[in-house]
Every structure is written in structure tokens, then in C-alpha cells.
């Protein structure tokens, strides 16, 4: 095997655990998406996927953080059971998970520029928003299947 022949091992072997860790993030999302009533659903949560698209999913990752948000709040927002309130309104004008998903959407993007250093450090950045975001979601996915088993 040449020197070439083991780079090209080296990074598929490394991205094989980037692209299942991405898959789950994905699917994280998808299942936020489903577990939001039918009716407070901002996008179907199939289109999760297309960010998986390349450089078409770049652009798709901000539609998605937004219909998410959206998604979320309207749900939180709606009355239930009994009451006329939401389950824990959410002041006019949130919208949960925003900001730190379009924070590490922008960086990722920032990324693809010719940055030198600092593209390195944007890099850092936006994965450490992005796992802070994937905390969030999953905060409020687990609010939801609490809901779906009460």
C-alpha cells in the first residue's frame, strides 16, 4: 500500500464516525419533529434528512433550526387539556433552540473560507454551539415524550 492509498484509509476511517455522529444528530432532530403535535409542525419531519444533501444541505441546515424553533414554541404556546394556557408558555417573541443553532450553522458555514487560524478556531466554536444546541433539542424532546406518556 502506498502513501496515498493509506491517507485515503486514514480519512475514510475518519469519517465514518463524523458521518454516524451526524446521523444521530439528524435523527435527533426528526424525532423532536415527531414528537410535536401534527397540528404545531412548522415542516414534516422527514425533510430532516436534506441536510444530508451536500452543499444544498449547508443552506437547509437554517431553514431547519428555524421550522424546529418554530415548531417548539408553537406546541409550548398551545393550550392543553384543561387549561386555555400552554403546558410552560414561553414569552411572546422565544423561540427556543434559535439562536444557538443559527450561531453554530453560521460558524460551520464560516468554515469553508479560506481563514487560516481563525478558521480553526470557528471551527472549535461552532462545534461547541452545536453540541450546546443538541443538548437543548434533546432537553425539549425529552419534555415532549413525557407528555406523549402521561
Same mark, same amino acid.
Given at each position: 500500500?502506498?502513501?496515498?492509498?493509506?491517507?485515503?484509509?486514514i480519512?475514510? %476511517?475518519?469519517?465514518?464516525p463524523? &458521518?454516524?455522529?451526524?446521523?444521530?444528530?439528524? $435523527?435527533?432532530?426528526?424525532?423532536?419533529?415527531?414528537?410535536?403535535?401534527?397540528?404545531?409542525?412548522?415542516?414534516?419531519p422527514?425533510?430532516? $434528512?436534506?441536510?444530508?444533501?451536500?452543499?444544498?444541505?449547508?443552506? $437547509?441546515q437554517?431553514?431547519?433550526i !428555524?421550522?424546529?424553533?418554530? !415548531?417548539?414554541?408553537?406546541?409550548?404556546?398551545?393550550? !392543553?387539556?384543561? *387549561?386555555?394556557?400552554?403546558?410552560?408558555?414561553?414569552?411572546?417573541?422565544?423561540?427556543?433552540?434559535?439562536?444557538?443553532?443559527?450561531?453554530?450553522?453560521?460558524?460551520?458555514?464560516?468554515?469553508?473560507?479560506?481563514?487560516?487560524?481563525?478558521? *480553526?478556531? %470557528?471551527?472549535?466554536?461552532?462545534?461547541?454551539l452545536w453540541?450546546?444546541? $443538541?443538548?437543548? &433539542?434533546?432537553?425539549?424532546?425529552?419534555?415532549?415524550?413525557?407528555?406523549?406518556?402521561?
Open positions: 500500500m502506498n502513501e496515498y492509498e493509506s491517507a485515503g484509509l480519512q475514510l %476511517l475518519l469519517l465514518i463524523f &458521518l454516524a455522529v451526524g446521523i444521530l444528530f439528524l $435523527w435527533s432532530q426528526h424525532k423532536t419533529l415527531t414528537l410535536i403535535r401534527p397540528e404545531y409542525r412548522r415542516m414534516p422527514g425533510q430532516v $434528512w436534506l441536510q444530508l444533501i451536500p452543499l444544498f444541505g449547508l443552506g $437547509w437554517f431553514y431547519v !428555524s421550522k424546529i424553533s418554530d !415548531s417548539i414554541r408553537d406546541d409550548l404556546n398551545a393550550p !392543553s387539556g384543561d *387549561s386555555i394556557l400552554g403546558e410552560d408558555p414561553l414569552p411572546t417573541g422565544k423561540r427556543p433552540t434559535y439562536n444557538t443553532g443559527i450561531s453554530y450553522a453560521v460558524l460551520f458555514c464560516l468554515t469553508i473560507l479560506p481563514l487560516g487560524l481563525l478558521k *480553526s478556531l %470557528l471551527a472549535l466554536a461552532g462545534l461547541i453540541i450546546i444546541y $443538541w443538548i437543548e &433539542l434533546s432537553g425539549y424532546t425529552r419534555r415532549f415524550k413525557q407528555r406523549a406518556f402521561q
